[in-house]
């Protein structure tokens, strides 16, 4: 009896404090308004973020980071935003505006999502066309790695806090949630690609040099500088696949893959998509994992 009791007033006073949080929601209901350079980060911040956020993407799905150009509407609406989410690494994309965007917002906070990663420079198989496009720098795509994501989430979390400190409690427990998840699929992609034969895979766009780091496979890629390759380069890639007895070229929507295409004819073999900007982090790097399995057997 005395037990019912108290559970009654438990809930009494459960409800009460949910009702008190609705209202106190409601007065501060302006969400927190981001804007993440890519895809992949605007997960992070959902996530982290959830309700208290909404997020809009600079490059829309589909588009290529290395060249991609504002629209007008896209640099007049950074004004109403309260945080900008680059990866920090390199990317063109974000060399070429992101000092135009401060230039006209000198108030936007900026969240470096690669902050505290140690960046890669390119492999060898990238850096010796004449001026890549990643010239000079480190190799961009950091995010394809689950480790790098910890500390994607870790920054973010840290930028959300210092935008909107009302809410550090539900940022801190989210991205805690969210790094359980991203070891969890560390340790799911390790199992799956450690039964891996054939460890290195010819992929068009070099864009996952720290997800072959990460689970032991080594990635050869076929474009440099965005260019197209000369005939010798060409000959070059096909001897490397014969020589491995590679059968797949990994392409990316965004990239053109005629010259993949024409390799994997040349080898007897076959196209296969992976994304590297997918929104749908965790589940693509599952996809891009299984498509290496059964690729590379
Ligand atoms: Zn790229």
Redesign the pocket.
């Known amino acids: 009896m005395t037990i019912r009791l108290t559970a009654g007033r438990m809930m009494a006073i459960l409800l009460f404090f949910s009702l008190l949080t609705g209202c106190v929601r409601q007065e501060s209901s302006e969400k927190v308004r981001v804007v993440a350079s890519i895809e992949p980060l605007a997960w992070f911040v959902e996530r982290i973020g959830g309700e208290r956020v909404s997020v809009s993407v600079m490059v829309p799905a589909g588009g290529d ?2 060249s991609y150009e504002p629209t007008p509407k896209q640099m007049a609406g950074l004004a109403s935003a309260d945080l900008f989410v680059k990866a920090g690494s390199g990317v063109e994309f974000e060399l070429n505006w992101i000092p135009r965007m401060l230039e006209l917002n000198r108030g936007l906070r900026i969240c470096d999502a690669s902050t505290g990663v140690r960046l890669l420079p390119m492999g060898e198989h990238e850096a010796d066309g004449d001026g890549h496009h990643h010239e000079g720098g480190p190799d ?2 950091f995010w394809l790695s689950p480790a790098n994501a910890r500390l994607i989430a870790v920054n973010i979390e840290q930028s959300l806090v210092a935008a909107d400190p009302a809410n550090r409690d539900l940022y801190a427990a989210n991205r805690l949630r969210l790094d359980g998840e991203l070891r969890a699929l560390t340790a799911e992609l390790a199992g799956r690609l450690g039964a891996v034969r054939n460890r290195k895979f010819i992929v068009f ?1 070099p ?1 996952w040099g720290y997800f072959a780091r990460d689970f032991g496979l080594e990635q050869i890629a076929v474009e440099r500088e965005g260019k197209s390759l000369t005939p010798v380069q060409m000959a070059s890639v096909i001897q490397t696949a014969r020589d491995q007895g590679i059968r797949t070229v990994f392409v990316s929507p965004q990239f053109s893959s005629a010259q993949a295409e024409s390799i994997a004819r040349d080898i007897g073999g076959r196209t296969v998509q992976i994304d ?1 900007l997918s929104r749908d982090y965790g589940n693509n790097l599952r996809h891009a994992a299984e498509s290496f399995v059964r690729e590379l057997r």
């Open positions: 980071p290395h961009p795509h766009h864009a590297p």
